[in-house]
């Protein structure tokens, strides 16, 4: 090959060389500013919760809408919250309000709010409640719908308010369990 024929060459692949260049250096620096950076602010997962901090990543920014993706990681993050997220007494008084209004998905003879014990899924929805109002500033309403949310991401088909009476609080929220009684059995 001439020394004419082989720079032709060369400069033929050279777009395809600096697009894979680029996109090589673009996911590189992703990567490491989600090392650094997670979503614009600190995981509220530390380490006496008893959590893995890199399963509970936020996927969602503060003071963006939250969306529900992983139910695993998530509930991680969530119960995260409810361990890390000290309420004012305003702030507190709109989450009872809220949670006291509805049935615990797990238990209803009981009320969101208490429910009849400390089960994973009742500290996923008020780790979320407590991020919820301390960090998007929701109102009783958004608070309500995004509960409504979450409990419907987690089990679809719904729950019935009877798994404390029928031996489900070891099953995941998918089979309409309470996702364990220990964060170390989170199972949602």
Request: aromatic content about 8%; hydrophobic content about 35%.
């Amino acid at each position: 090959m001439s020394q004419k024929a082989a720079k032709d060459d060369v400069t033929k692949k050279m777009p395809l060389i600096l697009k894979f260049a680029i996109v090589l250096a673009i996911a590189g620096i992703a990567g490491f500013t989600s090392l650094f950076w997670k979503g614009g602010h600190s995981s509220p997962v530390t380490a006496h919760s008893g959590l893995d901090v890199s399963e509970a990543r936020a996927v969602h920014a503060e003071g963006t809408r939250i969306e529900f993706r992983d139910s695993a990681a998530q509930a991680r993050e969530f119960i995260g919250y409810y361990n890390t997220i000290q309420l004012t007494p305003e702030q507190e008084a709109l989450k009872a309000e809220v949670l006291q209004a509805r049935p615990a998905a797990c238990c209803k003879n009981s009320n969101a709010y208490t429910c009849c014990c400390t089960c994973n899924l009742s500290k996923t929805v008020w780790g979320l409640s407590n991020y919820a109002i301390a960090k998007q500033h929701v109102n009783a309403k958004e608070l309500n719908e995004l509960v409504d949310g979450w409990l419907s991401f987690v089990n679809p088909s719904g729950y019935e308010g009877d798994t404390c009476y029928t031996g489900g609080c070891g099953l995941p929220g998918s089979q309409k369990g309470c996702g364990g009684m220990t964060e170390q059995e989170l199972s949602l």
